[in-house]
C-alpha cells in the first residue's frame, strides 16, 4: 500500500542520515526529491506534509522525540516533529503478542520482515 512506501523511504532515510532523526519536514523533502525510474519513464513522489505526519504519528516504528520550529514551503510559521527510529524487534513482538493478527504479513514493511521470520512469524 501506500502507506507501507511511505514507511519504508521514511525508514531508509532515517537510518542513512548520522544523527538516526528528523523531522517530518526534512523526511518529506528527501521522500520527494528521490527520482524513481521505471523503464523509460521517470517518475517522482508526492507526498505531503500532512500526508508524511499522520503516517508517521500512527506507525509503531517511530518515536517522536520532539519538537523544532520550522517554515513551511508556503511562508507560514510552525512545529515540526522529530522522529527516530523504534527498535524492531520490540515492535514485532508486541505485533505478535496479540491474540488474534491484527495486521498481515503483508503489512510488514520489507525492513521487518527478517525480525518478524525469526520471532515466529509466517510468511
Not at 28 to 55: F, H
Not at 101 to 121: D, L, M, W
Request: aromatic share 8%; glycine share 4%; proline share 3%.
Amino acid at each position: 500500500s501506500g502507506s507501507k512506501r511511505c514507511v519504508e523511504l521514511a525508514y531508509n532515510y532515517l537510518q542513512e542520515t548520522e544523527e538516526k532523526r528528523a523531522s517530518t519536514l526534512d523526511i518529506m523533502y528527501s521522500i520527494n526529491n528521490r527520482r524513481v525510474t521505471t523503464g523509460c519513464r521517470k517518475t517522482k513522489e508526492t507526498w505531503s506534509i500532512q500526508q508524511i505526519s499522520q503516517i508517521l504519528r500512527k506507525s509503531p516504528f517511530f518515536i517522536k522525540v520532539g519538537t523544532i520550529p520550522s517554515i513551511a514551503p508556503s511562508g507560514s510559521r510552525s512545529t515540526c516533529v522529530v522522529y527516530e527510529c523504534a527498535d524492531i524487534s520490540k515492535v514485532v513482538a508486541r505485533k505478535l503478542s496479540y491474540r488474534h493478527n491484527i495486521s498481515t504479513y503483508k503489512s510488514i514493511p520489507k525492513f521487518a520482515r527478517e525480525e518478524y521470520v525469526k520471532q515466529g512469524g509466517v510468511l
